[in-house]
């Protein structure tokens, strides 16, 4: 008898712990962890792409040929801690127009620097020794512009034109990341036709004057770092 009694609670036991484990299974597995779900999410993933391509030489002005029918604005802001500079982009030079605008919604200009000051001639910005922003012109893709010399736009006080890349470079295709104004009373006239004039400043010349004032090592890098904290587009 009492050995039915032990059977008895053996198989009681074994019941409840059985009913136990599939109550705890139930809970440790929700819809949210299951195999199913996560595969779906991963394929969620996968299927998210990059909204532009990684730029190239061979790709680069197809792509801003159809970027610029579609990013119509031609205005924006630099912002840095001497204050605000606005610039008025040329339609004309479509291509560096497009490149710019394009540059600024990818967010790349965000606390680059003006990183070559020459007082009385020009202050030049879009880069940096911060190791992030290479990361980002990685990221972005690497090429260069064609010149666009021949609108009719010269290298007047107050126009951002595009210095050509720091490679040597017979055909001065331009160096897309970076950007100079033309602080000169009267203009830097010998550089016509070297470098794409693509817009002129329309407010903040006294910040370009400001930001040319500033001394310099003698590589014409500031001794003090001169941010561009943001570019944005206005209307």
Known sequence: MRILMVIGVFF???NCEDKQSRQKNNYSTPDSLTTEHLQVKKDTSQK????????TDKNAMDFFLEYEKEYKENKVRITTDFGTIDIQLFDETMFHRANFIFLIKQGYFDNT???RIVNNFVIQGGNSDDIAIADRRTKIGKYLLPPDTKRGFLHDRGVISM????IENAYKLASPYEFFIVQKQGGAHHLDGEYTVFGKVIHGMDVVDTIAAQ???????????VYIRKIEIIN
């Open 113 to 115: 620097q003006f990183y």
């Open 48 to 55: 998210k792409q990059r909204e532009h391509p990684k730029l």
């Open 215 to 225: 001394k310099t090592d003698d590589g014409e890098w500031p001794l003090t770092n």
């Open 12 to 14: 009681m036991l074994l």
């Open 163 to 166: 210095p050509s890349s720091e």
